[in-house]
C-alpha cells in the first residue's frame, strides 16, 4: 500500500522526522534575559590598581619630609636655640641683651631683701622683717616700677636681680591679660621674654624668696648678684619638647 493510500490517522499519528515523539510536552521556549531594573546600571569591572598619580605624590612628600630635616637646607631653615647669656657684660655700666622664663604670678610671689638703692630702685624689703618704705608721691599701682626682683635666665639659669620688668609695656599688658588671682602658678602659661637691660651695680648675698611661703635664703652658687634695669621688652616664643620652633619640624610633628 502506497504512502498515498494509507489512512489518514496513520498519517497523522506518524511523526515527522526531527519531531519529538508523541506523548513528550512540548519544548519550552528559550529562556530571556532578565532586563535590569529602571536606573540601576552593571556594577563596574574592577581594574587591577596601578601605582602612580596621588600615591606618588605623596610618597615624593613623605621622602622629602625625611630627607629635608638632615640636609643642609634643613639646617638653615630649622632655627637654632638663643644664645647662651654673655655674662661678660653683666657688669656696672654694661648693657646686654636677657632672656627670662616667667609666669605671671612672678609679679606678686618674687621678692628680695637688701638695704641698698640703684637709682631709686630696691628690692621689697630692707631686712628679711623690714619692708622698704612707700614713697608717698608713688601711685598706688606702677607694676612695681622701681622695685628689684631675682630672675634666672632662660636656658642657663644664671642668676640675676631686674628691677620694674613688670612696668615694662610688653609685661605689663601680659599681667593684664592673664592676671594670677587666686591660681597656681603651675596653672598658668609660662612664656619668655627678650629685655636690652643695663647694668646698675650688684649685690652682695641678697637674701632671695621664690615664693609667697617660701623661706628667705641667699643663693650660695652667686654670692654677687648684678642688678640691672630693663630699657625695652618683648615676649618671644618658648620651643615646646621635644620639638623646637620651626617650619620643618612643626610639619613633622603633624604627619
Same mark, same amino acid.
Given at each position: ?38 536606573? %540601576? ?32 637646607? *634643613? ?82 639659669? %644664671? ?86 620652633? *620651626? ?9
Amino acid at each position: 500500500m502506497s504512502e498515498s493510500e494509507k489512512p489518514a490517522s496513520a498519517q497523522a499519528s506518524s511523526p515527522s522526522p526531527g519531531s519529538p515523539p508523541p506523548g513528550s510536552p512540548p519544548p519550552s521556549a528559550p529562556a530571556k534575559p532578565k532586563a535590569s531594573p529602571k536606573g %540601576r546600571r552593571p556594577p563596574p569591572v574592577e581594574e587591577t590598581p596601578v601605582i602612580g598619580g596621588r600615591f606618588l605624590v605623596a610618597a615624593a612628600i613623605i621622602g622629602g619630609l625625611t630627607i629635608l630635616p638632615m640636609s643642609p637646607i *634643613g639646617a638653615t631653615l630649622e632655627p637654632k636655640e638663643p644664645p647662651r647669656s654673655d655674662v661678660s657684660k653683666w657688669k656696672t655700666g654694661g648693657k646686654a641683651t636677657i632672656r627670662i622664663t616667667l609666669v605671671t604670678a612672678d609679679f606678686a610671689t618674687l621678692a628680695c631683701a637688701a638695704d641698698k638703692e640703684f637709682e631709686g630702685k630696691h628690692c621689697t624689703n630692707k631686712t628679711e622683717s623690714e619692708t622698704w618704705p612707700r614713697d608717698p608721691n608713688a601711685p598706688l599701682d606702677d607694676n612695681k616700677a622701681n622695685v628689684i626682683q631675682p630672675y634666672r635666665t632662660w636656658l642657663d639659669n %644664671r642668676l640675676m636681680l631686674v628691677a620694674g620688668l613688670w612696668a615694662t609695656p610688653a609685661l605689663a599688658m601680659r599681667l593684664h591679660i592673664e592676671p594670677p588671682a587666686n591660681l597656681l602658678p603651675e596653672k598658668l602659661a609660662r612664656f619668655v621674654t627678650e629685655c636690652e637691660v643695663r647694668f646698675v651695680g650688684e649685690l652682695d648675698k641678697p637674701k632671695l624668696r621664690w615664693g609667697a611661703g617660701s623661706s628667705w635664703n641667699a643663693d650660695p652658687n652667686t654670692p654677687t648678684v648684678p642688678v640691672a634695669i630693663p630699657e625695652s621688652c618683648k615676649i618671644i616664643p618658648e620651643p615646646s619638647e621635644p620639638c623646637p620652633e *620651626g617650619a620643618i619640624c612643626a610639619l613633622l610633628t603633624r604627619l
